[in-house]
């Protein structure tokens, strides 16, 4: 079946260092893949997205490329704030499922200033 | 911000008690999903409805019962609930169209249930 496997945290930098979340997936075919984030006390916000292999995602200064060679999405950012601190989650969608999301455990960040 | 709004935004509850949760969005999608978020637990999903119509129901206990009467309203009624079905609960929604992977899933702030 489909999985997601990110690291494990928690990550804790300095305001300004570069961040990277790795995040590896097993599916079949060519999922969607997804990073979503969630801030103290609230839901889950998509963060970015790619649909096929060798998209990058991007947003708010975070990236991730969609490789299909290795299965990954690696999450980054070169320069953190505190404000990003949350914990991010990578997904997938596979192929053909309408609606099923598969989520990671999710990596808790804190940036301190 | 995000489209789907949920209320309340925490609960506390008694095992004997009835409650409901209510899940509201209004960005015209015509799926509505329920999803439980436990500390150290992958998100779990417990219910999608696809045009009003139950499509997933992943093993959930029966003491939690979904409803969802329009395409724009979902509830989660809870009812002899057990201390270890504390948790958040996020509601989410997206646009289904022709089985295409790429529908993204909107989430609300969740309720926040503590059972007594």
């Known amino acids: 079946g489909d999985s997601v496997t990110q690291m494990e945290g928690p990550v804790t930098l300095s305001e300004e260092a570069f961040l990277t979340i790795n995040c590896t997936y097993t599916?079949?075919?060519?999922?969607?893949l997804f990073w979503y984030v969630q801030y103290p006390g609230e839901g889950l916000q998509l963060l970015l997205k790619?649909?096929?292999?060798?998209d990058k995602g991007s947003n708010k200064g975070f990236e991730a490329t969609y490789r299909k060679e290795t299965t990954s999405f690696h999450l980054e950012k070169g320069s953190v704030q505190v404000s990003d601190s949350a914990v991010y989650f990578c997904?997938?969608?596979?192929?053909?499922?309408?609606?099923?999301?598969?989520f990671g455990k999710g990596t808790l960040l804190t940036v301190n200033p | 911000e995000t489209g789907v709004t949920q209320t309340p935004r925490h609960l506390v509850m008694g095992m004997t008690n009835k409650k409901s949760l209510k899940c509201e969005q209004h960005?015209?999608?015509?799926?509505m999903y329920w999803y439980k978020q436990s500390a150290k637990k992958p998100l779990e999903l417990m219910f999608v409805y696809s045009l009003e119509e139950r499509v997933e129901n992943n093993s959930v206990p029966s003491r939690f019962s979904p409803e969802c009467p329009n395409s724009s309203h979902l509830f989660l009624h809870l009812h002899t609930l057990q201390p270890e079905d504390s948790a958040l609960y996020l509601c989410?929604?997206?646009?289904?169209?022709?089985?295409?992977?790429?529908?993204?899933?909107?989430f609300g702030p969740g309720t926040r249930l503590l059972v007594l």
């Open positions: 997904a997938l969608k596979s192929q053909g499922s309408n609606y099923k999301l598969t």
């Open positions: 599916a079949t075919g060519y999922p969607s």
């Open positions: 960005l015209g999608h015509n799926a």
């Open positions: 790619a649909t096929k292999a060798d």
């Open positions: 989410a929604s997206s646009q289904i169209a022709g089985g295409g992977a790429q529908e993204t899933q909107y």
